[in-house]
């Protein structure tokens, strides 16, 4: 059981818009503590794709927005693209656990 | 560039131990703290332990304390996971990765060494 909350999956069409959840507690995100997602394509590592809630990294696509209002995070996709099939797993961090934690991750597929 | 290159992942039987390194390149070790998260079959990523700068503060999650160890050597740009009395539940991807600051995003990563734990 993770502590920050993702949906197991979501799925679009090309072009389509969607947005991925990530649910913390008073402990992390609603403590005000930045959250950041991670981008994992099939059989590799993960990328960091968004930090401190909505900053792209250099040659990160636009089509990548990040929110937090509250006890959540969000990342959105705009312009879905097939390249962008993956799993995408949100961070912070916890006061009560002193350290690091994710989400379960979800994954995204393409139609 | 920075790279992180993770070595010593395999097959161990329950009980036994393993040592897994990470060696960087790139960048300054001693200027960074270093995480270790593992990522179990068809799972999610899990923050195992951290270790910061001079490698006299170390933190560990409650999965692995007692078991596992971090360490560094920053003279010799390197990471290490000491894992002792490995269970089935141990098997994973194991990754290093770098802290931007202090307990912020996780960049780079590692691409990972498979460690299965099975007699």
């Known amino acids: 059981q993770s502590v920050l909350t993702q949906p197991p999956s979501v799925s679009g069409a090309p072009g389509q818009r969607v947005t991925i959840s990530c649910t913390g507690s008073?402990?992390?995100?609603?403590?005000?503590?930045?959250v950041h997602w991670y981008q994992q394509l099939p059989g590799t590592a993960p990328k960091l794709l968004i930090y401190g809630n909505s900053n792209r990294p250099s040659g990160v696509p636009d089509r990548f927005s990040g929110s937090k209002s509250g006890t959540s995070a969000s990342l959105a996709i705009t312009g879905l693209q097939a390249e962008d099939e993956a799993d995408y797993h949100c961070?912070?961090?916890?006061?009560?656990?002193?350290?690091?934690?994710f989400g379960g991750g979800t994954k995204l597929t393409v139609l | 560039q920075v790279q992180l290159v993770e070595s010593g992942g395999g097959v161990v039987q329950p009980g036994r131990s393993l040592r897994l390194s990470c060696e960087v390149s790139g960048f300054t070790l001693s200027s960074y703290g270093m995480h270790w998260v593992r990522q179990a079959p068809g799972k999610g990523l899990e923050s195992l332990a951290v270790i910061w700068y001079d490698g006299n503060d170390k933190y560990y999650a409650d999965s692995v304390k007692g078991r596992f160890t971090i360490s560094r050597d920053n003279s010799k740009n390197m990471l290490y996971l000491q894992m002792n009395s490995l269970r089935a539940e141990d098997t994973a991807v194991y990754y290093c990765a770098r802290d931007h600051g202090r307990w912020d995003w996780f960049d780079p990563w590692g691409q990972g060494t498979l460690v299965t734990v099975s007699s």
């Open positions: 961070q912070s961090y916890d006061s009560s656990l002193s350290g690091s934690v």
């Open positions: 008073s402990s992390n995100i609603g403590a005000g503590y930045d």
